[in-house]
RNA sequence: GGGCGCCUAGCUCAAUUGGCAGAGCAACGGACUCUUAAUCCGUUGGUUGAAGGUUCGAUUCCUUCGGCGCUCACCA
């Protein structure tokens, strides 16, 4: 480029550094701040493209339509006295031309110190090249930000891994994949939003931070408030609140937040996971079903643009209506002879059903013992009101006819103290103040929470829980 | 936590039976005012994850450790 910073070439991690951090100074020197304050920028170069893409070159010469904008240069191919830059912001990507007749010769000599990496803006009129490609004529570039650190590989990308989880700004600069990946996450969540806030639920906040573990079963996080003195549990489910607040009138409420359950970390569990829960007063958990139903089709549609999905090489079908069975039909079908006890049954369901239940299918009827929260099927105690949700052999939502008996929900609470005194790490505490509410009345309530993440894995067909969450839990960095 | 696998230049990857650590991209110098992974000429860049061991000689074989992936267990 036209200054030269160091007769020895960069090649080195360190030697690129101290190449660029070079150009930085040769920069400052000529009075270009190499980490510049905000710039007016007035045109998103998506829209750029959206507005003059259809143009023609011949139309385009005449109209010269005058564009700003700004962003990371992606890539740069370079002819000594002009060069064309790959320009990308967060609405798209549009290639400038830059001349050092059209710049003048002191603007093009900033210009001959920046790296692909760097953010600058340009303000010209729009053109097509030769080939035909919308470009921006650089009449005028202002460097905004210096990039010290190269780009990863640009036509192979960023593949490795353990860079791409731990360094996920480089996933998202260097992969078009994950930068969709996680646009489709966000979008799921404001679609998964938009429904329930259609239907008339109210967003939210209940406590991070429990006294008690309760509304799953799952060994929790301790910290402690050292104020208070107080040893505190970070959430397992935000469940008992969700319903205190139905007991005080908020019908239908939804929290749509962080669960930290302290287990294993796979492909499909992340420590830390995003979860919705949603209660609706005056509902059954056959009504959920329905609801889940219209729910999913309406965010899949959304996400993906279609209710028929592919994943990891089948096509998930959120369109139609999905399959039911109770758990002990399921269980019969594939492992007659299963013993009638609760524990088999769960087993031989987890064990030989799960992985089967690859189209959506809501299982039914879960052994009261296994559900303390969850009310008694009325012709059949033993069971309750209850459904999972099982897609691609997981389980993305569970949900139930809540428990509103106060009476029954102590029982069953002394059932799981007495089971975590038998040693039950994932047993609940008895939460007194929750039976109070019950005993000032909770209307009959249907409650569901749904696996954001598990959900995100599908729509964005990506194998590994890591692939959706922007930052997984992983070890520390290593010195 | 158990089992299996991987770790080589900034990135993506090679390296015969154990025999001088290489390529492309990026970088650096030069040429080049319509490129699209620009092209052409030239130049660099390595504690082969770490520490030991075997060997005349280790990227290669062995041990331990670290990180990551897959998987089993646990869970959503």
């Known amino acids: 480029m036209a200054e030269k910073t160091d007769d020895a070439p960069a090649t080195s991690e360190q030697e690129i550094y101290e190449a660029r951090l070079a150009k930085a100074r040769a920069l400052r020197e000529k009075g270009v701040p190499p980490w510049g304050n905000g710039h007016p920028v007035r045109d998103a170069i998506g829209e750029v493209a959206a507005a003059h893409g259809g143009k023609t070159g011949e139309a385009l010469e ?8 700004a962003g990371r240069i992606v890539a740069a191919r370079s002819f000594g006295k002009a060069a064309f830059i790959a320009l990308r912001d967060r609405t798209g990507q549009i290639q400038a031309h830059v001349r050092r007749d059209v710049l003048g010769e002191a603007a093009f000599e900033v210009f001959g110190l920046t790296d692909v990496g760097d953010f600058v803006a340009v303000e010209g009129p729009l053109f097509r090249t030769r080939t035909g490609e919308l470009t921006v004529r650089a009449e005028k570039l202002t460097f905004l930000t210096k990039a010290l650190r190269p780009l990863p590989e640009k036509w192979h990308g960023l593949s490795d891994v353990e860079t791409r989880y731990r360094q996920r700004y480089l996933d998202l600069v260097a992969n078009e994949r994950a930068r969709e990946t996680f646009r489709r996450r966000f979008a799921l ?21 429990h006294p008690l573990v309760s509304g799953a079963a799952a060994r929790p996080f301790t910290t402690h408030h050292n104020a208070l003195d107080a040893d505190l549990y970070l959430r397992i489910a935000p469940e008992l609140y969700l319903k205190r607040l139905v007991v005080g009138g908020f019908e239908r409420v939804y929290e749509l937040n962080r ?25 059954t958990y056959e009504d959920l079903m329905e609801l889940t139903e219209e729910l999913l089709r309406r965010v899949a549609t959304e996400v993906t643009g279609g209710a028929r999905v592919p994943y990891q ?32 049954l769960v087993a031989a369901f987890e064990e030989e059903v799960e992985p089967t239940l690859v189209q959506p299918t809501f299982v039914t009827q879960f052994p009261t013992s296994i559900s303390p929260l969850a009310r008694r099927n009325d012709a059949d105690p033993r069971f309750t009101d209850r459904f999972e949700l099982y897609v691609a052999g997981r389980e993305i939502a569970n949900a139930f006819s809540e428990l509103n008996d106060p009476i029954d929900q102590q029982e069953r609470f002394a059932r799981q103290v007495e089971a975590k005194r038998r040693g039950d790490e994932e047993a609940m505490d008895y939460d007194a103040d929750y039976i109070r509410a019950l005993e000032v009345g909770l209307p009959p309530t249907a409650g569901e929470g749904i696996g954001i993440d598990r959900l995100a894995m599908l729509l964005t067909d990506s194998p590994s829980i890591r692939d959706v969450i922007l930052f997984p839990l992983l070890k520390p960095e290593p010195k």
């Open 189 to 209: 969540v404001r679609a998964v939003r938009a429904f329930l806030d259609a239907r008339g639920f109210v967003e939210v906040e209940t406590p991070m931070m």
């Open 313 to 344: 090489g089948e096509i998930l079908d959120f369109g139609a209506p999905f399959r039911r069975v109770t758990m002990t039909e399921a269980v019969r079908q594939v492992a007659p002879e299963t013993a009638a006890d609760d524990a088999a």
């Open 259 to 283: 669960n930290f359950r302290n287990e294993g970390i796979s492909t499909q569990h992340n420590p830390e996971f995003t979860m919705i829960e949603f209660y609706q007063a005056h509902a």
């Open 62 to 69: 005449v109209e010269k339509p005058a564009v700003s904008i």
